[in-house]
């Protein structure tokens, strides 16, 4: 057991190897002198040799690399073009909303969806069944700032029981906190519930065809022990992949929705450094990302071996 | 002796998308308290959908006890709750499958499959059930009972397996135990030792024990009694010695002459016969069966057997047949 | 009588009601795709009025029988917008899916088939995927201007691992089977393994892989395009209009909410499509109908 965790942990490092390449390299695939882009639009060709001094661009790539990854691993991700702040401090400013956010997302999704994907097999091609697939197909389909835009007109505008936009930190009151969520993990979170929903539908489906669930229920079992312990014990293993997967689809999700909802989180930054070119956010930023991406996708990897013994033995 | 499961023209059907198949055509059969009753056909006969009909545990969404009645220590089983059908199965009526490899749950100890099974009947705390699984694996000669308990399915073969099926079948003393093809996955040397404890434990518990299954060797050594099955109806019933000596529906006869004779002699002359089939192929089971299921590949077919569906035929000593030309068949050699 | 196997009618001349009927899915999902496509194409003869055409005495109409969907804050009509915007979705969807396989297809048969290409390029492959695709794809296209070739290209390339994974997952399963094997050890060339025994394999899940792209790619585009990263302002996409809709959100929902329902209407055939082929095309799916 401990055998594969460590092997999955090694397993991290090329990913991150790779990102860390690609986000490097990312500022000198622009075309036009990296330095230049950073010293901005009108600086003058001193300014341009100034910052690229300072930045050490004129050393050879090899060790601009190794310099950057040295600074990288001490916690160092460059300084912000615009803000001249410390690119570590600007993201963990920007980081409470964005986590709040997403945790909820992940939280409610996985708790509703879970549970409406095990019940839309047990009763397959009712009439339960078919509205859940329904809304597994709908909210897949439907993208995310055209739901929050929905979301928002009904309930915000129309009903006006929900902030419109705008996030409240955990800190000045907890209810308050709670409504600017609402909407925000509603439209952030269906289209993953719905991928969830889907692929827990269809992984039990395929496991109360097996044999052994024929023996649970020849030994006359109750419903529901037959349905959670022999069937989704072992229907696990794709319904936690599948929430792995999805992680991606809320990191992006997530960029939209704090734009749509006016929420001062990663999200947001992303869109404002991108379009700046505030090169040393985004790469913070991408880093920050594919780190909690690779992280998750780790902690899911290790409890296939709580899920399954075929793989720890 | 009174029966304890008597089963009277049953039929199971399905629906396909080819229309609705006649899997269980009209049959009836009798078990005794503690007798070993053997249901022998090819594949595809209505055997297994047979006993998944008696414990009901034919999938609702496609199929369905059209008619007739299951009786078990005299209750009707067709007319029992789902809630009360669940009481049954697994305690007064137990089922073992095919396949050991995937008839247990790869992600659950052997213990607790088991254990799950004494506490939901018998209502015993965990424990206690923990302490009867090992008296179970013990009792189907698993080595180390105790260190057993906690090992997964795939640490186990395959004869393990069956021997674990059949320990967890039996954990509540049932009155019945219907195993559907116990040993057909499983080597020959391991089929016999799974044979033998069947009936070993049979003789040390009294439960009746119904054994489907293809292969007549199977049949002749396990069994007391035999129903032989075609085509989702029964064709001939008999004590098993009987059934062997003289085969009286074609057939049986024909099963029987399938099975390949060692003959030595014949084998160093050079000379072995070939093996003798059964020509013809098995009904689509989606059109009514006009007459009797086997004409078209019998030997004895009249026209009256083509028109009309057999009757059973009594010819003495517990043996039964479903044929029109049984003086016929009788006469032939 | 009973009637035996041998027996049974001919097989039934194809019928295409009986194809609908046995696949609803990819039947509903591919005749509203092709209703989207014709729109797309015919939008100049569907489109009411100029979708270009700036006229602020016209602004922020609700729908009316001249605009049928209103007008946004340049009295624009949102109606002849909105199908002039089917067209960059579906090009941008379409063109990606394509490219993204080609790609996928020949990086997948290369990585399943050459050992020593294959840890490489799954190392590079999972990188990518570790990077979420709207940033990847923002990234990409503010290295250079904005355009949509660019946008094209910048979707493709996040979208290329998740291909490469499901072709070469068909091709490792299938290099392993005894016949290859055998071919191999009787001296058939790769080039020949490759084309007549391992490529139809992928085909089936390529084209459902194919539609997932396509619908992820329509996504991210109007993802993009919201963002103000994606197709020039002036191009009406999908994305770009809802973008455009937003000061004036609570006056004038329609701006957003229509383009918005076409572009989920959209996703959902493409989805839907997806969904039926692959039921119809994995046997071992198909069978839990």
Known sequence: ?313 | MTAILEVRDLHTQFDTLDGVVRAVDGVSFELAHGETLGIVGESGCGKSVTALSILRLIPTETGRIASGSIRFEGEELTALSEEAMKRLRGHRISMIFQEPMTSLNPVLTVGTQIAENVVRHRGVPWRAARDRACEMLDLVRIADPRRRLDEYPHQLSGGMRQRVMIAMALSCDPRVLIADEPTTALDVTIQAQILDLMLELKEKTGTAIVLITHDLGVVAETTQRVVVMYAGRKVEEAPVEVLFEEPLHPYTRGLMRAIPRLDIEADLAGTRPRLQEIPGLVPILTRPIVGCAFAPRCGFATDRCRAEPPPIVDAGAGHTVACWEVERVRAAA | MAILVDDLAPPRRFSLVTAIRRNPTIAFGGLLLAALIVMAILAPVIATNDPFKIAPVNRLRPPSERWWFGTDQFGRDVFSRTVYGARVSLIVGLSVAAFSCLLGLALGLACGYFRRIDGLVMRVMDGLMAIPSILLAIALITLTRPGLGIVIVAIVIPEVPRVVRVVRAVVLSIRSQPYIESAIAGGTRNTKLLIRHVLPNTLAPLIVQSTYVCASAMLIEAGLSFLGAGVPPEVPSWGNIIAQGRTFFQIAPWTILIPGTFLAITVLAVNLLGDGLRDRLDPRLARRL
Do not use: C
């Not at chain 1, 036009?32 to 001193?46: K, L, N, S, V, Y």
């Not at chain 1, 004129?58 to 690399?65: G, L, W």
């Not at chain 1, 992006?252 to 869109?271: D, H, K, M, Y």
């Open chain 1, 1 to 313: 057991m401990t055998a594969y965790i460590v092997r999955r942990l090694f397993a991290v490092l090329p990913v991150m190897a790779v990102v860390a390449l690609f986000v490097f390299f990312l500022l000198r695939f622009a075309p036009g002198d990296p330095a230049a882009i950073i010293a901005g639009d009108d600086a003058t060709a001193e300014t341009i040799a100034a910052v690229r001094a300072k930045l050490g661009l004129d050393r050879p790539v090899v060790e601009q690399f190794a310099v950057w990854l040295w600074g990288l691993l001490h916690g160092d991700m460059g300084v912000s073009i615009f803000s001249n702040l410390a690119v570590t401090r600007v993201i963990a400013q920007r980081l409470e909303p964005t986590l709040a956010l997403t945790l909820s997302t992940l939280i409610v999704a996985v708790g509703l969806a879970v549970p409406i994907g095990v019940v839309a097999a047990w009763k397959a091609r009712k009439l339960v069944d078919r509205l859940v697939m329904g809304f597994a197909v709908l909210g897949f389909a439907m993208p995310v700032f055209v739901l929050a835009y929905i979301l928002i007109y009904f309930f915000a505008v129309q009903w006006q029981l929900l902030p419109v936009q705008g996030y409240q930190p955990i800190g000045e009151g907890f209810w308050p906190f709670v409504q600017s969520l609402i909407l925000p993990s509603v439209a952030l979170g269906v289209t993953y519930m719905a991928l969830i929903a889907r692929i827990t539908r269809a992984s039990m489906l395929e496991v109360l065809q097996q044999d052994y669930i024929r023996t649970a229920n020849a030994k006359g079992l109750a419903t529901d022990r037959v349905l959670l312990l022999h069937a989704l014990k072992n229907a696990a293993v794709p319904i936690v992949t599948v929430i792995g997967i999805g992680i991606a689809l809320l990191i992006s999700g997530v960029v939209i929705t704090e734009t749509v909802f006016n929420i001062p989180g990663l999200g947001r930054l992303t869109v404002d450094a991108v379009l700046k070119r505030d090169y040393p956010i985004v790469q913070g930023l991408i880093l920050v990302f594919a780190a909690a991406k690779v992280m998750v996708n780790l902690i899911i990897d290790i409890s296939y071996a709580f899920l399954d013994p075929r793989i720890r033995y």
